[in-house]
């Protein structure tokens, strides 16, 4: 999972032509840390259908705000520069619920496909 440190990298990457997840996390959060034992293998499972990036919340206030992030972990589905679907919850999110997004978020690319 690549690690954003500039909004001029997110950008670039959310504007890219294919599927690109955004994962909002923060050190301090429990349900973040939760998830890092399987992400890897998640996105392993989604490799070549999907671009997995991580951005800390904390470094980027201003965009969580404009994005209306509130809780964390929060996973946004971006193709071209516009947002597919999200999945923001302030729960715990299992690798399950994950995994039922990330097919959601293909299901909606697939169906707005050119």
């Not at 990298?9 to 050190?27: D, N």
């Not at 989604?46 to 996973?75: A, K, V, W």
């Amino acid at each position: 999972m690549r690690k954003i440190s500039n909004e001029q990298q997110y950008q670039e990457q959310i504007a890219q032509s294919g599927v690109t997840i955004a994962i909002f996390k923060t050190t301090w959060c429990k349900d973040c840390h939760y998830i890092d034992p399987f992400m890897p293998a998640v996105e392993q499972a989604y490799e070549g259908r999907l671009t997995f990036i991580e951005l800390d919340r904390d470094e980027f206030p201003d965009l969580c705000e404009q994005l209306n992030i509130l809780g964390i972990p929060s996973f946004i589905a971006f193709r071209g520069g516009q947002e597919l679907v999200r999945f923001v919850s302030k729960l715990r999110k299992t690798r399950e619920e994950i995994e039922q997004f990330l097919d959601r978020a293909l299901e909606v690319a697939n169906a707005l496909a050119p």
